[in-house]
Nanobody, 122 residues
Framework: QVQLVESGGGLVQPGGSLRLSCAASGSIFSIVTMGWYRQAPGQRRELVATISSGGTVRYADSMKGRSTISRDSAKNAVYLEMNSLKLDDTAVYYC????????????????WGQGTQVTVSS
């Protein structure tokens, strides 16, 4: 019903910057929130940052002051700029979209991208 295409991951030096992008497509009636989560080896998936349709943003404590999340409603896209990257930022980053679809019945579901690897290493 909804497909997500992610890009922007890669190998970055400590202190470097990265910009992740995610575009949603499909049978979308409306989008509630868009954001990014990450999962490091041996750890649970955790929130990085989200932005609602109304522009409300939420950041993980470790990301406050270092990251900026934004969206392009016309493109159904969300972007995450991360600065001053640390070794602990190494993880697979997943795009998340909470969207409403309408095929006879309206329903709200969470959709996930395949994930993009971010590796911070010197």
């Amino acid at each position: 019903q909804v497909q997500l295409v992610e890009s922007g991951g890669g190998l970055v030096q400590p202190g470097g910057s990265l910009r992740l992008s995610c575009a949603a497509s499909g049978s979308i009636f409306s989008i509630v929130t868009m954001g990014w989560y990450r999962q490091a080896p041996g750890q649970r998936r955790e929130l990085v940052a989200t932005i609602s349709s109304g522009g409300t943003v939420r950041y993980a404590d470790s990301m406050k002051g270092r990251s900026t999340i934004s969206r392009d409603s016309a493109k159904n896209a969300v972007y995450l700029e991360m600065n001053s990257l640390k070794l602990d930022d190494t993880a697979v980053y997943y795009c998340n979209v909470r969207a409403v679809t309408r095929m006879i019945v309206m329903r709200t579901d969470d959709y996930w991208g395949q994930g993009t690897q971010v590796t911070v290493s010197s």
